[in-house]
Structures are given as structure tokens and as C-alpha cells.
């Protein structure tokens, strides 16, 4: 049996200091990860409150206003995208604050993700907004 050979304190403390920079990277990721959620249930629930509501008045149900459909589209899809912007620049930031201790991609999946669904959400607002869904 070889025996292991004993870490400087100096070593241990790098270590440490990695595997925690790590864990702020993962809690920074699993943060933005929220706020993709909470932005595709805003969207989703406001295109689905927009075409159900537009339904409605198409059958001719009496709503309280005649772009009641269209504002609460517009409503829950705008903080959606309104959410997963804010989150994005915040995941940027606590980035920017890591990699001045220690280097590490800065294209990473769930920035790509964030991307894609501010970029879908706006899609959806303006297609409310010029009635074109």
C-alpha cells in the first residue's frame, strides 16, 4: 500500500476556493433556470388566456372590454419577457463577478435557453400586439 501523501493548507484553500466558485456558477445557473420557467408559464398562460378569451368573444360572449383578450395577452406575455430579460441580465452579471476569480465559459446552455425564450416572448408580444396569432 502506497500511502497519500498530505495537501498543504495552501492547497486545500485552492481547492476549496474552486468548488465554491463551482457552486456559485450552479446556484447562479439553477436562478436563471427559475426565471426561464416563471417566463414560459407567463407566455404560455397569456397565449392561452388571449385565445381563450378571444374565443369567447367570437361566440359571442359579452367580456368587459373588447380588447380584454388582447390586454391580457399582452399583459402576461409582456412580464414574461419582461422576467426572463431580467434574469438574463442578472445570470450576466453574477457571471462577470465569477470570472474575475476564476475562468470559465461564458456561453453556457442555459444562457443559450434564456436567449431563445426572451427572443420567443417577444415573438409572442408583437404577435398579439399586430393581432397576427
Known amino acids: ?16 476556493t474552486r468548488m465554491a466558485a463551482g457552486r456559485n456558477m450552479m446556484a447562479a445557473e439553477r436562478t436563471l433556470m427559475a426565471w426561464i420557467r416563471t417566463s414560459l408559464s407567463l407566455m404560455s398562460f397569456g397565449f ?33 419577457a419582461v422576467a426572463v430579460i431580467l434574469g438574463t441580465i442578472e445570470y450576466v452579471g453574477i457571471m462577470r463577478e465569477l470570472r474575475k476569480e476564476q475562468p470559465m465559459r461564458v456561453l453556457r446552455s442555459s444562457l443559450v435557453m434564456a ?19
Not at 369567447?56 to 414574461?80: D, E, I, V, W, Y
Open 1 to 16: 500500500m502506497t500511502a497519500v501523501e498530505p495537501k498543504s493548507s495552501n492547497e486545500l484553500a485552492e481547492a476549496r
Open 48 to 80: 392561452t388566456i388571449y385565445k381563450l378569451l378571444q374565443g369567447f368573444q367570437s361566440g359571442g360572449s359579452a367580456l368587459p372590454s373588447a380588447n380584454s383578450p388582447r390586454n391580457m395577452g399582452l399583459f402576461l406575455t409582456g412580464m414574461g
Open 115 to 133: 436567449i431563445v425564450m426572451a427572443a420567443a416572448n417577444v415573438f409572442l408580444f408583437f404577435g398579439i400586439l399586430t393581432k397576427v396569432l
